[in-house]
């Protein structure tokens, strides 16, 4: 029986959509989808990757830090489902880490040191091509409602749309020059965490955070703070960001 | 070896086998890029390619490139203050123009027609940059419309990260002959080594690119992978002072 009320998935569905027709900043959505994935599962966290132009799949977003560190060993180590998932261009399931997650021994391992015991990996595909992979990480071993997972298979494949809008379906240079731009965001990002990390003397994780609410509190995009941030010059911004 | 390695491995290899300029006044990083910008005609292949070079604030770019005709073509996208690579700078992200036609002269109506002139029919625009650090961009010329193909888009790529790199660290020699491991050093924690960077920007009260390449000196100098240096910093067990001989890190109790 699927544990995903149809009340919740349309609310989901809708706040996508709202975040497509407007002012759209990649990074954001991207972390949007895995946060609102996770919630709809129930417990379960949630991590994207996309490719970049050498067919390597880089981290772009997660639902939690666990889920981030999964992922990032997943690229680091070079193994892991969404890896398969990306390669084939088909779902991969370990519904059972212990049992299933002999085919990534190392990543089944730290799956299961951070608390998880299923992984289900979807592809994010467009017509033939496939640009990345979402990781669900279940909090308990077992398979996900076949009912569900369409649900998240169509929240995955809307994500990939919203990635490449509209235009990129009919001019393939445009997927190009959006997923370039969404790669050097996300760079753009870890350079304003170190550099606020290094002003705060805080964490990267906590200067995330708080680049994260600030942006929230003033209405202002998370990429957008993260350039004024590290920008030639130097607005005081980051002065502004510490809570 | 990954599909990024072997492409990088043939970019420095093919700039290493074009040959160098006759001692002059140009900084060996004009040279790097120049033999680059003739290596990636060939292999491409492309009409012309040439990379422009931001400057500081104020300052006009300066364009190298594989022949005369695509310097001046290149330049003219300064004078009219539009074009693909004026837009590939901004907008920090590639600018492809596969057909240079009606499209192209709504977008850019000054460089159209000048380009056309030259015969050239597609541009395919690069940004050099490392998150917010932009050093420049690398353009591609072509006498034919037609969109690049996925290899090619790839090979361009490669191209284009090995010539950041010859400007991040202002030698010629740096791309062609420094081991492969210290790029391939830089794809293992990608998270770690731009938070770096963001680090040593403030503790050296410098640039963005200025904070890579001291990291990557130090890399050098130490015998250490890219990625320990980084994994260092971000954990504090290293920091880098300003007004030091050379700008060098400082280890805390040293």
């Known amino acids: 029986m699927p544990t995903v009320s149809a009340q919740r998935v349309a609310e989901v569905f809708v706040e996508v959509a709202d975040t497509l027709v407007d002012e759209f900043d990649v990074i954001e959505f991207l972390q949007l989808v895995t946060v609102r994935t996770a919630e709809l599962l129930d417990a379960a966290a949630v991590g994207l990757l996309l490719a970049d132009q050498h067919d390597e799949l880089q981290f772009m977003a997660a639902s939690d830090e666990a889920a981030k560190y999964l992922e990032l060993f997943e690229v680091q180590h070079a193994e892991g489902p969404c890896l398969d998932a990306f390669r084939t261009g088909t779902p991969v399931f370990a519904p059972d880490i212990g049992a299933d997650g002999h085919r990534w021994p190392r990543f089944a391992r730290r799956v299961a040191d951070a608390g998880f015991g299923s992984v289900h990996a979807m592809p994010m595909r467009l017509r033939g091509d496939v640009i990345g992979a979402l990781n669900l990480f279940g909090r308990h071993p077992g398979g996900i409602d076949a009912d569900d997972l369409r649900i998240v298979q169509a929240l995955v494949d809307v994500a990939t749309i919203g990635l490449l809008q509209e235009r990129a379906i009919r001019r393939g240079e445009v997927l190009t020059e959006q997923l370039q731009g969404a790669l050097n965001s996300r760079v753009v990002i870890e350079q304003a965490k170190g550099a606020l990390a290094q002003i705060h003397g805080v964490t990267v994780d906590e200067a995330f955070e708080l680049m994260r609410s600030f942006a929230r509190r003033n209405g202002r995009r998370l990429s957008q703070v993260a350039q004024a941030v590290v920008s030639e010059d130097q607005s005081g911004i980051a002065r502004l960001i510490k809570g | ?254």
């Open chain 2, 1 to 254: 070896m990954s599909v990024r390695s072997e492409r990088l491995a043939t970019v420095r290899a093919l700039i290493a086998a074009e040959p160098e300029q006759p001692p002059s006044e140009a900084a060996d990083r004009v040279d790097g890029l120049s033999r680059l910008c003739r290596a990636a005609i060939h292999a491409l292949p492309a009409w012309g390619t040439a990379v422009t070079v931001m400057t500081a604030e104020g300052m006009q770019p300066v364009a190298v490139a594989s022949d005369l005709r695509t310097q001046a073509l290149e330049e003219q996208q300064f004078s009219f203050g539009e074009g693909p690579c004026v837009d590939a700078f901004a907008g920090r992200r590639p600018v492809l123009e596969p057909d240079l036609g009606a499209a192209a002269s709504a977008r850019w109506p000054a460089y159209t027609p000048a380009a056309h002139e030259q015969g050239v029919r597609a541009v395919f625009a690069f940004p050099l940059q490392i998150g917010a650090a932009r050093l420049g961009v690398l353009d591609v010329y072509l006498d034919r419309p037609g969109t690049m193909s996925s290899a090619t888009l790839g090979r361009a790529l490669a191209f284009s990260e090995v010539a950041l790199w010859i400007l991040l660290d202002g030698q010629a020699e740096s791309a062609a002959d420094r081991p492969v491991e210290r790029l391939e050093a830089a794809v293992d924690s990608r998270s770690e080594l731009f938070q770096a960077q963001g680090m040593v920007m403030v503790q050296l009260g410098t640039s963005l690119s200025e904070a890579m390449s001291q990291l990557r000196a130090r890399a050098y100098a130490d015998h250490r992978r890219l990625g320990d240096i980084a994994a260092d910093v971000v954990a504090r067990r290293l920091q880098f002072q300003p007004g030091m001989a050379g700008d060098g890190p400082d280890r805390p109790g040293h």
